[in-house]
């Protein structure tokens, strides 16, 4: 499988906390972006990060990558109750044709 | 604002009949997009990708005759639910690469519930 897996599953934080989720994935990648999905909706473009790059940096959010472990975290610093949706990595591969897979996801609540 | 327009973003439907779903790229063309169906608190998975022009291609274990795919504009591809059973009751998406960027634009999402 070539999509990527997301842990934990489900994560309830209070506001202000951070939020920190995983991916792993299996084989080398070009690069992984993150998506969060609002309950219902669509999935929205969150950031993208280059197999070259290490860190990235988009307001309160802030992505790593580690290719010899072959994992990305996404951390959401001072979350919000907004922040409450589920978020997908997905990795994407040399001769993907553009095409996206995903994993299941981690639930994201922020509770006020 | 959105640039992948879905409709509906829900029906619901007797056993039987047919649903047609449109995505519509806004202000760009999509010679590419992507049909995902999602169950409840899973992940999305990706159906087919639709070619304008030509024909889709299917991912393994999905049924081109009971999800037909039509990409005959730029700016429109269609998924028809055909003969539809209540386990094709799920939520729709579509999305859409644009231009050169290398992230995805998704639709709303179509729920789909057949009775």
Redesign the interface.
């Known amino acids: 499988s070539q999509q990527g897996e997301e842990d934990p599953q489900a994560l309830s934080i209070q506001e202000g906390e951070n939020a920190t989720m995983n991916c792993s994935y299996k084989t080398s990648i070009n690069n992984l972006q993150w998506y969060r999905q609002n309950s219902g909706r669509g999935l929205v473009h969150l950031i993208l990060i280059r197999s070259n790059e290490r860190e990235k940096h988009s307001g309160r959010l802030r992505v790593t990558l580690d290719t010899s472990k072959k994992s990305s975290s996404l951390l959401i610093t001072a979350s919000r109750a907004a922040d409450t949706a589920s978020y997908f990595c997905a990795p994407t591969f040399s001769g993907s044709a553009r095409q996206l897979t995903f994993g299941s996801g981690t639930q994201l609540t922020v509770l006020p | 604002g959105a640039v992948?327009s879905?409709h509906p973003s829900r029906v619901i439907c007797k056993s039987g009949t047919s649903v047609k779903i449109e995505c519509r790229s806004l202000d760009f063309q999509a010679t590419?997009m992507?049909w995902?169906r999602q169950f409840p608190?899973?992940?999305?998975m990706?159906m087919a990708?639709s070619n304008e022009g030509s024909k889709a291609t299917y991912e393994q274990g999905v049924e081109k005759d009971k999800f037909l795919i039509n990409h005959a504009s730029l700016t429109l591809s269609t998924l028809t639910v055909t003969s539809a059973h209540p386990e094709d009751s799920s939520?729709y998406?579509c999305?859409a690469?644009r231009g050169a960027e290398?992230?995805?634009?998704?639709?709303?999402?179509t729920?789909l519930s057949v009775l």
């Open positions: 992948v879905q590419t992507f995902y608190k899973k992940s999305l990706l990708t939520f998406i999305s690469p290398e992230k995805l634009f998704f639709g709303s999402g729920q």
